[in-house]
């Protein structure tokens, strides 16, 4: 008995790893460990200005858009990751109210879908962004990437990986709610109002939206 205790032993864990079938051993599944993120702080709700223009403008009292929700996740277009650093995701209390509402709206009727990838807003004080957007000064701009066919969450390199039915979906969402433009790429084949949406080059991986001041 002794014996047999020390063979068991020292069988090596990586044998152990398999599923009795009935007529064959498979592997068991391997589980990826979950990523040890900080939970995302609440939203501190406060009544935004946008004053100026898109283009030179400035933000008061923005209200930050959380780091990830349970319909979508946020992107860094700069490092290339998620979720996007904080200073990039601030909008006026109205943008971000349209934007929180417009995922919920969409999960809900895309149960299937991946969730929504959010990309940049504005700098919690607006101004100028950086060489990367010439807008997005005020809090009234945000980009929102196609969802793509493989479902992976993080934005597509061409436009043959979007999922065209669930980007004109959210195209189609934005309009309704009142965007005042939603410029899209020339390889999306997306469509919509030509007063509000419009094609503009280097949009072939996310939507721009921009929401009337109020």
């Known amino acids: 008995m002794l014996l047999l205790l020390l063979l068991a032993l020292a069988v090596p864990a990586a044998a152990q790893a398999y599923l009795d079938t009935g007529s064959r051993r ?3 599944p391997v589980r990826a460990e979950p990523r040890d993120e900080p939970a995302p702080a609440p939203i501190r709700w406060r009544d935004s200005r946008a004053l100026g223009t898109p283009s030179a403008g400035r933000l008061l009292r923005g209200v930050r858009l959380p780091s990830v929700g349970a ?3 946020t992107w860094d277009p700069l490092l290339h990751r998620s979720p996007n650093r904080a200073w990039r995701r601030h909008g006026t209390d109205e943008v971000v109210r349209l934007v929180l509402r417009i995922v919920r709206d969409y999960a809900r009727a895309n ?3 991946p969730r929504v990838g959010i990309g940049d807003l504005s700098r919690p ?4 962004f950086g060489p990367r957007h010439v807008s997005h000064q005020n809090g009234l701009d945000v980009d929102v990437y196609y969802p793509r066919l493989d479902r992976k969450e993080r934005p597509p390199k061409r436009p043959a990986q979007i999922d065209r039915r669930l980007a004109q979906d959210l195209v189609d969402r934005f309009v309704r709610a009142g965007a005042e433009r939603v ?5 999306t084949a997306l469509r919509g109002p ?8 280097d949009h072939d991986n996310h939507l721009h939206v921009r929401i009337r001041a109020q």
């Open 71 to 73: 319909r979508y996740f």
């Open 194 to 201: 030509p007063r509000v949406v419009q094609v503009l080059a």
């Open 125 to 128: 004080r607006g101004g100028y």
């Open 183 to 187: 410029f899209v790429g020339p390889g």
């Open 26 to 28: 498979v592997p068991a």
């Open 111 to 113: 149960p299937r879908a």
